[in-house]
Structure formats: C-alpha cells, structure tokens
C-alpha cells in the first residue's frame, strides 16, 4: 500500500455543498411524508370520533396540523428557498465578491 492522499481541489468544496443541500432536501421529504401520514391518521381519528367537535366548534386536529404545518413550511425555506443557512457563509460570500 502507499501513502497516497488526494490533493483536495476546488470541486471539493462545491461536491460539499451540494451534498449537504440533496441532505437538507431528502430530509425535508422525509419530513412531509412523515407530517402527512400522521395528519391524516389524526383526521381520520376525528371522523370517526362521536363528538367531532370541541368547545368552540373548531376540529381538534386543526391545531395541531397548523402547528407542525408551521415547521413544514421552515424546512421547506431551509431545504429549497434558503439551502445556505449558514449566514455567516453568506457573509463571507458577500463580501469575497465585492472585492
């Protein structure tokens, strides 16, 4: 055997980041499957309940499908619209192209 390392390149860096976006993405489906089998079991629970209303007539499943719907949509800014979420990354990107 012989001691050979890799000399990392430029494309290293871009390969990472790309790698952690695809990890961000997968991890965001994973997420929403996740939220809509459980959502769905809720609802379907509160279909099949005798009193499918509570106190102030509002389905008990709205809450806690807004609430979990809330970070839903978080995710899906980190993993799609915003994939550097690092700011201090940001940053730095900035201001290397404005020298």
């Known amino acids: 055997m012989s001691n050979f390392q890799r000399i990392p390149d430029a494309n290293d860096e871009?390969?990472?980041?790309?790698?952690?976006i695809a990890q961000k993405r997968a991890s965001f489906?994973?997420?929403?499957?996740?939220?809509l089998l459980v959502n769905s079991f809720l609802w379907i629970l509160w279909?099949?309940?005798?009193?499918?209303?509570?106190?102030?007539?509002?389905?008990?499943?709205?809450?806690?499908?807004?609430g979990w719907g809330i970070?839903?949509?978080s995710h899906f800014m980190g993993a799609y619209v915003?994939?550097?979420?690092?700011?201090v990354e940001r940053e730095y990107e900035?201001?290397?192209n404005k020298q």
């Open 94 to 96: 900035k201001l290397k």
């Open 14 to 20: 871009k390969d990472k980041q790309l790698w952690e």
């Open 29 to 35: 489906k994973q997420h929403l499957i996740t939220y």
């Open 71 to 73: 970070g839903i949509v």
């Open 47 to 66: 279909a099949i309940n005798g009193s499918p209303y509570y106190g102030g007539g509002v389905p008990w499943p709205v809450w806690p499908t807004l």
């Open 82 to 87: 915003y994939p550097k979420s690092n700011s």
